[in-house]
């Protein structure tokens, strides 16, 4: 059956679209008008869908915004509470109000002004805004405007719709992949089992088939199309992905500590505050990747100096002996 490219809406964007519509009224919706309504899930069923699959989707992603600590709550019938057959959903928006009591520092502030430069009511993809409409229609109360959940810019890397798409199908994936330090990327074959976000970087954690182990990929060093392969696994290998790949990232982090000094009412001190422990000369900070640490360190010039380790103070010199090459030859 042919099917539009509409139908291919990337999950993640399936997951704004659904939380801006169950953010969006009170009263909840019913699963089949999340299933009709909601773009991602409507262009699905229009391209041939069952029933059961979507309704399988939609636990997925039920599960996938429990993991990030979005609460679905479900509403049954109010005489019988234990009867689902009418349930509806929510996002009770109330728990994501700011407490009374938290303040925000001008620097603070002037970040928040800057984030919500990206992001308004036109940001909203067109499909979101038709399926607000549609639900509208139906005679739900929706919450206008709905502002801000869709951002303009799309930070994903390109490798990561075809490795969503492959985990959901339970396939067996190929790409190239530069590790840090090399040359030349090598070929990787693997059961992709979840992506997950650490230090705002998409990762791919799963079975590498050649390493004969568990492995977890940073996607913004796959330098190849990713080949969805015929080959299979069973899904259940999925169960507990993303925990055990984020605790592995997490365990990893603890065991590389840099030791730094920032400038006071910087930008690095800004950006760094959040990942930084006081230490007697200047700051701990954790990281995964001392190639792409090196690169952020860098990056704030002067602001930051590296005391610890000799290893990736080295890094962040040639990067700025580097820079400083480039501008002196074009002086």
């Known amino acids: 059956m042919a099917t539009d490219s509409s139908s291919r809406t990337a999950p993640e964007e399936r997951l704004v679209n659904l939380v801006v519509a169950l953010m969006a009224t009170e009263q909840g919706l019913t699963k089949d008008t ?58 009770p928006t109330a728990e994501y109000e700011l407490p009374a009591d938290i303040d925000f520092t001008p620097a603070e502030l002037a970040v928040l002004n800057l984030a919500g430069g990206v992001w308004s009511e036109s940001s909203m993809s ?24 869709a951002p303009r810019i799309n930070l994903r890397e390109p490798s990561f719709d075809p490795l969503q798409r492959a985990i959901e199908q339970g396939r067996v994936v190929q790409f190239d992949y530069l590790k840090a330090g090399e040359d030349a990327a090598r070929r990787r074959r693997m059961r992709p089992l979840a992506l997950v976000e650490y230090e705002a970087r998409w990762h791919i954690y799963g079975f590498d088939l050649d390493q004969n182990d568990t492995r977890t990929f940073l996607l913004s060093r796959v330098t190849s199309d990713v080949e ?20 592995g990232l997490a365990e990893l982090a603890a065991r590389q500590q840099a030791l730094i000094e920032i400038g006071p009412g910087s930008e690095a001190a800004l950006r760094l505050s959040r990942r930084v422990t006081p230490a007697e000369q200047g700051f701990h900070v954790s990281y995964v990747d001392a190639h792409i640490f090196a690169d952020e360190l ?27 090459a480039v501008h002196e030859g074009a002086a």
């Open 34 to 91: 999340i299933l009709s309504s909601v773009a991602g899930y409507r262009e699905q069923s229009r391209s041939g869908a069952s029933k059961d699959a979507l309704e399988k989707m939609f636990e997925r992603d039920k599960q996938t915004l429990r993991s990030l600590a979005i609460h679905v709550e479900t509403i049954g019938d109010y005489a019988d509470p234990d009867d689902l057959r009418e349930a509806r959903y929510r996002i």
């Open 126 to 149: 067109t499909d979101a805004r038709s399926g607000l409409r549609k639900i509208s229609a139906l005679g739900i109360d929706v919450d206008a405007p709905i502002i801000g959940y």
């Open 228 to 247: 969805i392969t015929r080959a299979t696994f069973d899904l259940t290998e999925r169960d507990g992905a993303g925990e055990r790949a984020l605790a």
């Open 298 to 324: 860098a990056s704030y010039g002067p602001e930051v100096r590296v005391v610890e380790p000799a290893s990736l103070r080295a890094e962040v010199i040639a990067r700025l002996e580097r820079v400083l």
